[in-house]
């Protein structure tokens, strides 16, 4: 049983609080090794050494911060089939998506070597007589990032690169169920040319937050998770006066239009709601084909691929569509929700219950679900599934699958499948929706854009990655200075003779 650790002050540093969380192989359903989660105690000391390294970090001139993220980019690149490996081995997406979920990070790293351009300030020539006005973007000093488990390569990577290229020192506090890969990234960034101290990945659960929350040293606290834990951290973290960003859950509905190509609606369909088994918080978990003739057409189309999925353990090879999802409890959660829409009377088109995979029949994977006629009241339609499960909600029209989005307490992301401008125009325009696709499936914005939902799916201001992030990892200073006439107006060069 490998005992992880944390990574503190360069170094990996062994648990000392006595507690600890089982990591599973979800594949398998066995605990390959356990975490330790971090005391108060173990939270503030990592803190006290971040503050330590952060102002000689916050002094290297921004260009040669940027050249530890060209390497990092460099080493990440050489450590992608290790590091996708053992993602895939704590989270269970297949091996290609591990690759991804690494490459989405390395982006925003490959993004942040811009930093020395974006850290410029504004400056206002002669703002007065003699008056000159300039502003710089100056590091908060130590900042924070809790992180889910469904990306564990991409999200601590989001937030790392931008806070730590704006020369803040960063703690890291990864998901419980996947932090091996977090703990290699940090190792990476060390070998980059991190001083010790500048990076620290403290391990844990609801006291390590806590902890992290009520921190005076740490300024900011950016969070991606499920809804109820970000509105808890928003409140804590605000009230605790620190600039606090959190994401949340996600409902992301694609409306299909009679003039969409069917074809291609349904591929995206299969796709975007059963890759990485669903535990994607830009997942279409909802389809809404307008008319019901387009609804027939569709179901049509989506029921064989959704029965031809392949599901397996990420050591199958590439041709496994997803794999297991997280935990036991995810399952039975899952499961749960299946049941209700069925009780509920939603129609269960393709019944995934009951699948079994033979050699891992104890690993967590759940068969692909597809549900019909599903009605807003209904609990698959309200919550969040975070499962292969898709649900069909028939629209009479346009403005009735429109309002449908509007309407969702969640905004993360939306699509529209059709081939008429106007209406992709005016949904791209009306929506209440953070992050929105045109005939694209799951929009996620590139690292050069910010990534963020509205509503229920996102708390504070500022979006992460793109510009926005490198608002939030640091604070504006504007000076405003006059200098007196001096030297030139006549200094004296010459000894005087004493009188
Ligand atoms: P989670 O909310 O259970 O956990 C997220 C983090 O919060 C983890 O680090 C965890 O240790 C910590 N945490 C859990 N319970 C806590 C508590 N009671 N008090 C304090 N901290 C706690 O989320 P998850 O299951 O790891 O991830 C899946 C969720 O994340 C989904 O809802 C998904 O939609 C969402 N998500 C959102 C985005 C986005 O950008 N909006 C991206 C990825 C995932």
Known sequence: MTELTHFINGKHVKGTSGRFADVFNPATGEVQAKVPLASQAELDAAVAAAAEAQPAWAAT????????????????????????????????????????????????????IGAPHLLKG???????????????????????????????????LWKMGPALSCGNAFILKPSERDPSVPLMLAEIFQEAGLPDGVLQVVNGDKEAVD????????????????????????????????????????????????????????????????????????????????????????IEKLIPRVEALKVGPYTAGDDVDYGPVVTAAAKANIEALVESGVQQGATLAVDGRGFSLQGYEDGFFVGPHLFDHVTPDMDIYKKEIFGPVLSTVRAGSYEEAIGLALSHEYGNGTAIYTR????????????????????????????????????KSGFGDLNQHGTDAFKFYTRTKTVTSRWPSGIKEGGEFNFKAMD
């Open 61 to 112: 001139n921004p260009q040669r911060r940027a050249r530890v993220m060209m390497k990092a980019v460099q080493l990440i690149n050489r450590d992608m089939d290790k590091l996708a490996e053992a993602l895939s081995r704590e989270h269970g997406k297949t091996f290609v998506d591990a690759k991804g979920d690494v490459q989405r990070g390395l982006e925003v790293i490959e993004f942040c």
């Open 211 to 298: 902890a992290i929350l009520d921190n005076e040293t740490i300024q900011a606290v950016g969070f991606v998770g499920s809804t109820p834990i970000a509105a808890y951290i928003y409140e804590r973290g605000c009230a605790n006066g620190k600039r606090v960003q959190c994401f949340g859950g996600a409902k992301n509905h694609m409306i299909i239009m009679p003039d969409a190509d069917l074809d291609q609606a349904a591929d995206a369909l299969v796709g975007a709601g059963y890759g990485a088994a669903g535990e994607r918080c830009m997942a279409i978990s909802v389809a809404v084909p307008v008319g019901e003739e387009t609804a027939d057409k569709l």
């Open 122 to 156: 504004e400056f206002t020539d002669s703002a007065g007589p003699g008056i000159d006005m300039y502003s710089m973007k100056q590091p908060l000093g130590v900042v924070a990032g809790i992180t889910p488990f469904n990306f564990p390569a991409m999200i601590p």
């Open 420 to 455: 008429d401008g106007d209406t992709a125009r005016d949904f791209a325009n009306r929506i209440n929706i953070g992050m929105v696709g045109i005939n694209v499936p799951i929009p996620v914005p590139l690292a050069y854009h910010t990534f963020g939902g509205w509503k």
